[in-house]
Every structure is written in structure tokens, then in C-alpha cells.
């Protein structure tokens, strides 16, 4: 009697089909990953803290644009002593942009994170900021 030697394509055909079990297992484990990472997709960020913006002493009869980083608060003239604009805070970093419409010269503030009350004031071309918590 004679030893048969073990058949290489039924070897090839074992590794092939151990091969292919451990992709589909690779294959349904990313998937079930990926599936749980998108059970917690983001939810929109809201906050609570607001900016109230005074326009005081030297913006009466001046065309002004109020930005807030992008968002354009107020374009139109300023009628009265004091204006007061609020908006809730939408950003984690804000940029307050003042734009003189007659000259288009912007002046620039960093705001707080957690909001308050801003005073604007001008004194002929330059315009200062005093920031106060609430």
C-alpha cells in the first residue's frame, strides 16, 4: 500500500477558505464600529451667554455696520444716544467688526467667551471698547 501525499489544492483551498472567514470577520467588525460611532453623531452646540452691544457718545448721525464675525447685527444710521443691540452668543470665539459705511474704515474686538455687556464709544476716528461681565 502505497501513502497518498496530502493534495495542494485541497491545502490551497483550506487556506483560502481560513483566509476569506477572517475577512468577512475583519469586515463585520469595522462595520459594527462604525455603526456605534454614529450613534452618537454631534447635536448642534447652543449657548446660553448673551453680548449686549451699547453704541454710546459719538455714533449719533453716523452710518454704521455692526458685525459679529460674519453675521451682520446693524447696518443703518444712529438716531439716538444710546443703541442697544443683543444677540446670544453662537460662536466659541467671537470677533466684533464696527464699520464706519462713509469712510469703510473696520475696527476690530476680541469678545469674551461667556458674554456681557460691550459699551462702544468714539471719540472722533477712534472708537474704544470697555467689555463688563454680568
Not at 81 to 97: E, G, P, S, V, Y
Request: aromatic share 8%.
Amino acid at each position: 500500500m502505497h501513502k497518498r501525499l496530502h493534495n495542494p489544492n485541497k491545502q490551497f483551498m483550506i487556506g483560502a477558505g481560513i483566509l476569506a472567514f477572517a475577512v468577512i470577520c475583519v469586515v463585520v467588525l469595522f462595520t459594527l464600529l462604525a455603526l456605534r460611532m454614529n450613534h452618537k453623531s454631534e447635536q448642534p452646540v447652543t449657548y446660553n451667554d448673551i453680548y449686549q452691544i451699547e453704541l454710546k457718545n459719538g455714533f449719533m448721525g453716523e452710518s454704521v455696520s455692526i458685525y459679529i464675525n460674519d453675521s451682520l447685527l446693524f447696518n443703518q444710521n444712529v438716531d439716538t444716544d444710546t443703541l442697544r443691540l443683543q444677540i446670544k452668543r453662537f460662536n466659541d470665539t467671537n470677533a466684533l467688526l464696527v464699520v464706519n459705511n462713509h469712510t469703510d474704515k473696520v475696527t476690530t474686538f476680541n469678545l469674551k467667551e461667556k458674554g456681557g455687556r460691550i459699551i462702544l464709544r468714539k471719540k472722533g476716528e477712534i472708537i474704544s471698547m470697555t467689555s463688563i461681565d454680568w
